[in-house]
């Protein structure tokens, strides 16, 4: 594997903290840090671990809360608030990083319809701003919505890849599946999803 033609195994684990953001599917809480807390966290990629956080650090993890929405939660322990906010926060963390690439594990997992389309609308928004993103999901419309391009994997194999136009039909969904798939499209936006056939 390489990045900007570079192989990743030369590169230290403090660059490739600097580069490579990642956000979990799911985090079970430890210890009841503030949720400020757990953002400036992703800052320690460019300090180290006992380093306190700078007046910058502060002022990147204030940013990336208010970009997601979540700046009143700042002071709340991460304990005690919903896993829709707790999945929003991790984005903030790793965003927080300021990394050229995010890594997300099904980012919407056991989130709300709600929750799900602020976080696909901040996946499409860190694509636009630059960002190299590569994210799991088993809801083939996420990836209608936030991608770019598609692999389509089953049971650890690639069955096929390519422009999620391209990749993303009802054959190709029935086989991967193994079930039979509905394609919807809207007659004025031409805007398609897939349901369950």
Do not use: C, W
């Amino acid at each position: 594997m390489t990045i900007g033609g570079r192989s990743l195994a030369r590169i230290s684990i403090g660059e490739r903290a600097r580069l490579i953001a990642y956000v979990p599917q799911a985090h079970v809480p430890t210890f009841a840090f503030t949720v400020e807390t757990v953002v400036l966290m992703g800052r320690t990629a460019h300090g180290n671990l006992f380093s306190r956080p700078s007046a910058h650090d502060r002022m990147v993890a204030a940013r990336v809360l208010e970009q997601f929405g979540i700046a009143q939660l700042a002071p709340r322990p991460y304990t005690m608030i919903s896993g829709g906010e707790r999945q929003l926060v991790l984005l903030a963390r790793a965003l927080a990083q300021e990394p050229q690439f995010v890594v997300l594990d099904e980012p919407t997992a056991s989130l709300d319809f709600g929750n799900q389309g602020k976080v696909m609308r901040e996946i499409r928004a860190l694509a636009g701003a630059g960002h190299g993103v590569l994210f799991t999901t088993h809801d083939p419309n996420h990836a209608l919505r936030a991608a770019d391009r598609a692999y389509l994997l089953r049971a650890g194999e690639r069955i096929a890849e390519g422009a999620v136009g391209a990749v993303l039909t009802r054959e190709q969904l029935e086989d991967l599946y193994r079930a039979p798939v509905e394609k919807l499209t809207d007659g004025e936006t031409g805007h398609a999803a897939f349901l369950p056939g």
